[in-house]
């Protein structure tokens, strides 16, 4: 192949990755987001659908046809209210006097010292329902994560606590495809 046909070659390359990103910003973001990287890294970058477990007298796994694990699954009985604010266009999970906010409008939202924003990467908007990333999930709250001795997990670790996640026993399942979070609250 001669060197014009190269460069040729590689701008239409460019041209397709990029033209994939403007039409699909939450895409672009996830693939370049370190944490979410880290998370993929960790547990398998190759699944694509979760399972949800909580812990508990009445426990039942759900499965889900995507990486994506609903807000209400996760939290329902365990936060003290989640909402919708379609003006803004936020989920919202508070619990006590804190507040966990899932952004899925295209602008940036300022928090307060109660509030926390999670990064546009981790959450998804799917059959109308606020969802988080079950990797993320998983590797936040992961039952032996300080062995990965990343300080940014134990961050987000600490500024989620108010939630009352106490653990998650992840298990990527190889054959199945399946990324099954077995959660424990407080």
Do not use: C
């Not at 239409?12 to 370190?34: C, Q």
């Not at 477990?53 to 989640?82: C, M, R, W």
């Amino acid at each position: 192949m001669n060197k014009a046909a190269k460069v040729l070659t590689s701008i239409l390359l460019a041209m397709g990755i990029l033209s994939v990103y403007w039409n699909h910003p939450a895409a672009a973001a996830a693939s370049s987001d370190r944490f979410v990287q880290k998370a993929k890294s960790v547990y398998a970058g190759t699944l694509t659908r979760s399972s949800l477990l909580i812990t508990g007298p009445s426990a039942k796994e759900k499965v889900y046809s995507t990486i994506y694990i609903p807000v209400k699954d996760i939290f329902k009985g365990h936060a003290n209210q989640i909402t919708w604010d379609s003006k803004r266009k936020i989920a919202i999970v508070k619990k006590d006097d804190s507040e966990m906010i899932l952004n899925f409008s295209d602008h940036s939202i300022s928090s307060s010292d109660h509030q926390i924003v999670l990064p546009e990467s981790w959450v998804k908007m799917q059959n109308g329902a606020a969802s988080i990333h079950a990797l993320v999930l998983s590797y936040v709250f992961d039952r032996y994560g300080e062995s990965y001795h990343d300080l940014q997990r134990e961050q987000w670790k600490e500024k989620l606590g108010f939630l009352g996640i106490q653990y998650v026993d992840p298990f990527p399942g190889g054959k199945d495809g399946i990324m099954h979070a077995n959660l424990t609250y407080n």
